[in-house]
C-alpha cells in the first residue's frame, strides 16, 4: 500500500495557495456550462442537468470558503491553522479530511460569528492600523479571513463528504406506478474526488417512496453505504433492485469530476502532464480537468419467483457488448471526458497520444465559452 504521505502536500505558500484557488474558481465555473453543453447534445436531461449543476455549484461554494479559511496561510497571523492538504498524485482535489474539517466547522459557525467582531469593525480596524500605525494589520486581516470563511459555511449549499439522496417526482406511469429521479454524491475518501450519482426509478410502492416513512430512510442508507467508486454499478444497481421488491432500478449514472492536471500543483503521470509541461500556458490556463461518466441502464424486467405464491419484478441490466467490456466495467457505457483551455488542447491535438482518440474534449475560451471536439 502506498503511503499517503507521500500523495499529499501542504500548500503553504501565500502565492502558491491563492494560485491553486483561483484555478478552481476557473475550472468550477466552466464545469456548469458543461454540464449544459451535454445537455444541449442530448447526453443528459434536463432533471439530471438541473441535479447535476447543484452538485457543481456546491463545489464552487466549498472551494470558495476554503479560499477564505487559508487566505493568509504562509503569513504571521499571530494563530496557527496550518493550511490546505491536497493531493497531488491521483486528484489534485483537496485531501477529504479538508471537507471534514469544514463539516465540523459549520456545526459550529454561527456561534463563531456571533463572538467575532462584525466586518465593517474589522475594516474600520484594519484601516486605522494602516493611517495611525503604519503597519500591514496581518493579524486583523486574518481575523476577517476566518469571519468570511464562517459567513461561507452558514450560508450552506457545500459540497460535503456525504450528500444524502434526494428524490424528484417525475410522473405517474399508471395509477400504481410512478417514476422518480434519485441523486445523491460524496467525497470519495479512497480518491480523494466529487462523485455524483443519479437513478431513475419506477415505484409500485402503496405510498410514494419520499412519503413512506419506512423505506425512504432505507433507500437512503442503503445507497450511501453503496457509494464507493471501487463497487461497479451492476452490483449497486442489483444489490438495489434485489433488497427493494417495489421499487425498480432503470437507469444508473456515475460521474467522476476529476482528476485535475497541472504542471504546477501535480505529480501525476502520463501523456496529459507531457500535454501541459510543452503547453506552457499563461496562468490560469495550465490545467486539465478529467470527466468520467458511467451509466448502466435496464434492457428489460422479469418476473421471479417469490415466496410460495408471489412473484417479483426484477431489472436484467444491459453490459457493454463491445469487446467483452461489460463484465468488467459493470456499466452499458462509459465515456471519458477532459476539460481543458485551448492552448493544452492544441498541444494534444498535435501531439495526438494514443487513447485519446476516443475522449471527449471540452474546449474553453479565455472568454468563457465551451465548445466540444
Avoid at 463539516?103 to 463563531?112: F, G, K, L, P
Avoid at 484594519?126 to 476577517?144: C, N, S, W, Y
Wanted: proline share 5%; charged share 25%; net charge neutral.
Amino acid at each position: 500500500m502506498a503511503d499517503p504521505d507521500n500523495d499529499q502536500t501542504g500548500l503553504t505558500d501565500t502565492f502558491a495557495s491563492r494560485r491553486y484557488f483561483r484555478k478552481f474558481e476557473v475550472i468550477t465555473g466552466h464545469l456548469t456550462r458543461v454540464a449544459a453543453q451535454m445537455q444541449a447534445e442530448g447526453d443528459i436531461d434536463k432533471a439530471q442537468v438541473q441535479a447535476l449543476t447543484r452538485y457543481l455549484m456546491a463545489l464552487t461554494f466549498t472551494f470558495r470558503a476554503l479560499s477564505m479559511k487559508y487566505l493568509l496561510v504562509g503569513r504571521e497571523t499571530g494563530r496557527f491553522l496550518g493550511w490546505l492538504e491536497m493531493d497531488k498524485r491521483d486528484s489534485g482535489f483537496p485531501v477529504a479530511a479538508e471537507l471534514m474539517t469544514m463539516a465540523n466547522d459549520a456545526q459550529q459557525a454561527a456561534s463563531h460569528l456571533a463572538n467575532m467582531p462584525s466586518e465593517d469593525a474589522l475594516k474600520d480596524d484594519m484601516v486605522r492600523e494602516i493611517v495611525g500605525d503604519r503597519k500591514i494589520p496581518t493579524k486583523l486581516q486574518f481575523a476577517l479571513s476566518q469571519r468570511l470563511y464562517y459567513q461561507e459555511l452558514v450560508r450552506g449549499q457545500m459540497f460535503w463528504v456525504r450528500n444524502d439522496p434526494e428524490c424528484i417526482w417525475q410522473g405517474n406511469i399508471t395509477d400504481q406506478r410512478r417514476k422518480f429521479l434519485l441523486h445523491w454524491a460524496v467525497y470519495d475518501t479512497q480518491i480523494n474526488l466529487p462523485v455524483i450519482y443519479m437513478m431513475e426509478l419506477e415505484d409500485t410502492g402503496r405510498v410514494a417512496l419520499p412519503k413512506d416513512q419506512n423505506r425512504w430512510p432505507e433507500v437512503q442508507a442503503h445507497l450511501m453505504a453503496q457509494a464507493m467508486a471501487g463497487l461497479k454499478l451492476v452490483t449497486i444497481a442489483k444489490g438495489f433492485d434485489q433488497d427493494f421488491d417495489d421499487l425498480h432500478p432503470k437507469f444508473l449514472r456515475r460521474i467522476h469530476v476529476g482528476p485535475m492536471y497541472s504542471h504546477q500543483f501535480t505529480e501525476q503521470s502520463g501523456p496529459l502532464r507531457e500535454v501541459l509541461t510543452e503547453a506552457r500556458a499563461p496562468e490560469g490556463q495550465d490545467w486539465a480537468l478529467a470527466w468520467t461518466t458511467e451509466e448502466l441502464q435496464s434492457e428489460r424486467a422479469i418476473e421471479e419467483k417469490s415466496g410460495w405464491f408471489g412473484s417479483v419484478e426484477r431489472e436484467v441490466f444491459a453490459l457493454d457488448p463491445f469487446g467483452g467490456r461489460g463484465a468488467d466495467t459493470g456499466a452499458t457505457r462509459t465515456q471519458r471526458s477532459i476539460i481543458l483551455p485551448q492552448r493544452p488542447f492544441q498541444v494534444l491535438a498535435e501531439k495526438n497520444p494514443p487513447g485519446f482518440a476516443n475522449v471527449r474534449k471540452f474546449v474553453v475560451s479565455p472568454q468563457g465559452r465551451v465548445l466540444r471536439y
